[in-house]
């Protein structure tokens, strides 16, 4: 029986306490201008801090009630102002209040506020679309609806201290890419911003710096322009360099870092300039610190991770600062049984973060190995990286899974590495894993680190082969992602190199003809000139050479015409003629060449072009259709000789290339033997 009381108990219970909000709503109908005034002014103060208030009110219709006094021109100035603070503070409650007011139309209601001639007014509008534009349930498409929006906002940054902060809050959280940074930018961002980088106001010096840094990243154009920009008499650069000294508050540190890391990738800093080398980067690295809190960790690890990627000179004086590689080991014992954190719900928020601190490692160590040979071996020498990397791939957090595969990939750049720590922590087969099942970011550089670990070198090869890799690579050259069509067909060449006739065969029966030919003619330049680097690798020995021309030499032979007739560059064209140049060093398949007119006039076009590379390549089908210890080399001679080709050999024994000079010469010397 209990059972049955328990519903109309809960009932009772929520309909009191919407009952006690309701008389608050009801206040806001009253036909008596003062006491509605007076009971927006009530709302407020039960609404502070009171979650379930804000949710009863939303509920209960607060918000068009609200929205309608906010626009009304017979509303006081007072009562609208009210309106606003009470529209701000249902605004920090939950994300669902967040898109209840999207739902209500309550943007275009806030910007059209902004025209009011109050700035209390104006100032309580603005906190209200900062706090709504920074929820993450905001699109930010909504501040660039309107042309006009920007251009007014710019103008209302003279007005007050908290019009300057709130509009920088609002332009760095919907600066998203770079159309975005375009508007900004075109509408006088920089100017109109920098002298805020000296306002005696903390908080709009830092929402300033931020503004700088979301305009500055990945933006030539911004960068170039910033690096030039004076305020008071010193560059912009200059300013930023002092805003991360060590006695700035941590938040400045490093969003002046930032700002200086974006304008060096963005090539407007030198990567040689002392303002990183000596100033940025040592700053990021103090990030690094266990000292610091644990997001502060997080963000100077990536940022100096980005700083770093493309400049090995970098890479090296990173690696040396402060014990970096050793510091960042740290990153994976946190939070520690002995940990410092008392404050309880510090460390539950660090629980739940902390595999932030382990993805933010991996990227950094990614961009330390990415060239130093000597950093690779340091950074997998730091204690139980290799099972820490290993681990991280089969991580729930499809971000951590990401950057530990990046960070392998980037140690599997390594002869020394691949030889063996890959060997002995048996790589390959948490790789092989990963590619089973994973979203395409992974699989790209998932894909990308096979394509090393199936080098000819690489002891992975050959365990990586017998767990039926062929069939998962011939499926990636399928996929619609040119980036994976390309790790595909290129791990298939590199396995294909200098392999046995039973893996040659392998590859060519589980990608089938048709889909080799599909490669042939793809849009993407790479994954043309990895399938014809895998065409070569098969058509190598011999042997191997014949028997794929006895099966499938009809094909190939049109695939090689299609492609010489082709608009295609000279890389292009010169990998077709060396793959002619191997068919032709067959016993038996260099007879689909010489029964071929077609092609040998093809071949003798090439001979007399105007590069060089594709007259060698031609030169090299030539010397083998010719050469004399072999049987036919006779007959084979004299259609040459009758086709003119001896003429153009005596032509290009006189080539001022030295290399070409040389192989015309060799050849003549079979027709003289």
């Known amino acids: 029986m209990a059972c049955l009381l328990e519903t109309p108990i809960r009932m009772s219970v929520l309909s009191e306490v919407t009952a006690s909000s309701r008389h608050y709503v009801d206040r806001l109908f009253d036909p008596d201008p003062q006491k509605v005034l007076q009971g927006v002014i009530d709302m407020k103060n039960a609404v502070i801090g009171n979650n379930k208030q804000k949710a009863n009110l939303i509920v209960l219709g607060a918000v068009p009630r609200l929205l309608y006094l906010l626009q009304q021109e017979t509303s006081s100035t007072e009562l609208k102002t009210e309106c606003a603070v009470v529209l701000g503070s249902l605004a920090m409650g939950t994300e669902n209040n967040v898109k209840s007011l999207l739902d209500c139309h309550i943007i275009p209601a806030l910007l059209q506020g902004l025209l009011s001639p109050d700035l209390k007014f104006i100032e309580a509008c603005l906190r209200c679309l900062r706090t709504i534009f920074t929820s993450p349930v905001t699109p930010e498409e909504l501040l660039y609806t309107d042309a006009t929006v920007i251009p007014h906002l710019m103008a209302l940054l003279s007005r007050s201290r908290y019009t300057q902060e709130y509009i920088c809050q609002i332009f760095s959280h919907c600066c998203k890419g770079p159309d975005h940074q ?39 154009q911004v960068s170039m322009t910033l690096v030039n920009v004076l305020v008071d008499g010193e560059l ?80 090296r004086i990173a690696s040396i600062t402060d014990h970096l590689i050793a510091m960042l080991a740290d990153y ?125 070198f690489s002891p992975s090869k050959e365990p990586i082969l017998e767990s039926g890799a062929v069939e998962l690579l011939c499926g990636l050259t399928q996929s619609e992602n040119p980036a994976l069509r390309v790790n595909g067909i290129w791990a298939l060449m590199n396995m294909a190199f200098q392999a046995e006739q039973k893996i040659k065969a392998d590859i060519l029966r589980s990608l089938s003809t048709e889909q080799l030919f599909r490669l042939l003619s793809d849009s993407d330049l790479n994954v ?46 010169e990998q077709t003629l060396c793959i002619l140049a191997n068919i032709a060093d067959g016993t038996t398949a260099k007879e689909l060449i010489m029964t071929n007119d077609d092609i040998l006039q093809k071949i003798k076009y090439y001979m007399g072009h105007s590069h060089v590379k594709l007259q060698l390549a031609a030169m090299f089908c030539i010397s083998n259709l010719i050469w004399n210890e072999e049987e036919g080399s006779q007959e084979r001679q004299d259609k040459l000789r009758d086709m003119g080709i001896v003429d153009i050999l005596h032509k290009l024994s006189q080539s001022p290339d030295s290399n070409l000079c040389d192989k015309a010469k060799t050849a003549l010397q079979q027709y003289l033997a």
């Open 236 to 315: 912009l650069p200059q300013i930023f360099v002092k805003m991360l000294q060590r006695d700035k508050p941590i938040e400045m540190q490093l969003t002046s870092a930032k700002c200086l890391t974006y304008m060096c990738r963005a090539g407007a800093i030198r990567t040689d300039d002392n303002c990183i080398v000596l100033k940025t980067l040592p700053c990021l690295v103090r990030m690094c610190s266990k000292e610091r809190l644990l997001e502060e960790r997080v963000e100077g690890a990536e940022t100096l991770a980005y700083l770093i990627e493309p400049d090995v000179e970098l890479q």
């Open 182 to 220: 375009t508007i900004l930018f075109n509408h006088g961002a920089v100017q109109n911003i920098a002298h805020l980088l000296t306002s005696v106001s903390y908080k709009v010096r830092m929402q300033a710096l931020k503004c700088f840094s979301v305009l500055a990243f990945e933006n030539p």
């Open 332 to 456: 994976f014992k946190y939070p520690s049984s002995v940990s410092a954190i008392t404050d309880i719900k510090r460390l539950d928020h660090d629980l739940k973060h902390a595999h932030e601190l382990r993805q933010a490692a991996f990227k950094l160590y990614a961009s330390l190995g990415a060239n130093d040979e000597d950093i690779r071996k340091k950074i997998i020498e730091t204690e139980n990286m290799m099972d820490r990397i290993v681990t991280g791939l089969s991580e729930s957090s499809v971000k951590v899974r990401l950057a530990a595969v990046r960070c392998l990939h980037s140690l599997s750049r390594s002869v020394q590495q691949l030889r063996t720590s890959f060997q002995d922590h048996a790589v390959w087969k948490p790789l092989m894993k990963v590619l089973q099942n994973a979203p395409d970011e992974i699989l790209v550089v998932a894909s990308s680190m096979l394509c090393n670990l199936l080098l000819e």
């Open 528 to 573: 043309l000139m990895k399938t014809l680097g895998l065409l070569r690798n098969l058509l190598s020995t011999r042997p191997h050479i014949d028997k794929i021309m006895s099966t499938h030499g009809k094909q190939i032979m049109q695939a090689v015409t299609l492609i010489l007739e082709g608009e295609h560059n000279i890389e292009v064209k």
